[in-house]
């Protein structure tokens, strides 16, 4: 794929280079329709399908020849597929699709505030963090001669280990509010208003710990390639972290705003890593 080159950058003529000129394409893009529509989940609606059409683009510009590259795409294509299908099925694709969490939002920082954060980070900033987490790649794609090892295999394990703990939450998740949605259409009492049982029991963002531990693995396979722990591919992991530390509180307070026994499962229950329970002011 050629570079688009719309602005010079020191990746100019790599794979990944390309995917970051797309990047740049599909954030205007996005923030024009956030602004035509006046929905703010068009960068949600694309958080699945990039990832996967930037590694593609390593893995064409490689023919398809380096193992390393193929595994991580291939990785990442079933990562894109479970999201995708998770997203669709609640309605993420349909007009007026958008995410509760928007809504609040948009109270939280009125008009003006949301269109400085829209044009700042909504747009721009979430989708560059998407390339980011997904350019440990350009760093196999760099070492495409060095060899397939241990570390690749334990990567690997453990971004599919990851990956189905969450299609186990996504699943739980779903046959809970399922029911929960027919119980109400049956005029049937709801005696418990969000999920805790299952994955949830043991922490109270089971997919949230997966998906961020999934992207730090991603991360070990460009050490594997590079042998170097430290590049500067790893920051996007690391700033997914902080997006999540971030907007888990946001969630945390729209739940316990509607239900007044969430405060009791925050006190019980772990927020994100299983055993570890913070002291909450």
């Known amino acids: 794929m050629p570079d688009i080159n719309l602005i010079p950058h020191p990746l100019t003529g790599t794979p990944i280079g390309a995917a970051l000129d797309l990047c740049v394409i599909l954030a205007a893009l996005t923030w024009l329709a956030t602004v035509i529509t006046r929905e703010y989940s068009w960068v949600d609606r694309l958080w699945s399908l990039c990832p996967a059409i930037y590694c593609l683009i390593v893995a064409a510009d490689a023919n398809f020849q380096s193992p390393r590259v193929n595994l991580m795409t291939a990785l990442v294509l079933l990562w894109g597929i479970r999201l995708t299908f998770n997203f669709a099925r609640k309605g993420g694709y349909q007009k007026g699709g958008e995410d509760y969490r928007w809504a609040t939002v948009r109270e939280r920082f009125g008009p003006i505030g949301i269109q400085v954060m829209n044009i700042t980070f909504i747009c721009p900033g979430q989708m560059l963090l998407i390339w980011w987490f997904t350019s440990p790649i350009h760093v196999a794609w760099e070492a495409q001669d060095a060899p397939l090892g241990g570390l690749d295999i334990l ?74 722990w430290i590049h500067w591919t790893g920051a996007g992991c690391l700033m997914l972290i902080a997006l999540f530390v971030g907007s888990i509180p946001l969630g945390e307070s729209i739940a316990a705003g509607k239900y007044p026994s969430y405060r009791e499962y925050q006190a019980a229950t772990p927020c994100v890593i299983p055993g570890l329970r913070l002291r909450r002011r």
């Open 155 to 228: 990567a690997a394990a453990l971004f599919l280990l990851f990956l189905v703990g969450e299609v186990v939450a996504d699943e739980q998740m779903w046959s809970f509010q399922q029911d929960k949605k027919r119980r109400i259409a049956d005029g049937e009492e709801v005696a418990q208003p969000f999920i805790k049982t299952g994955l949830f029991r043991i922490a109270r963002h089971p997919n949230y710990l997966c998906e961020m531990a999934l992207w730090c693995v991603f991360y070990l396979f460009a050490v594997a390639a590079s042998g170097q």
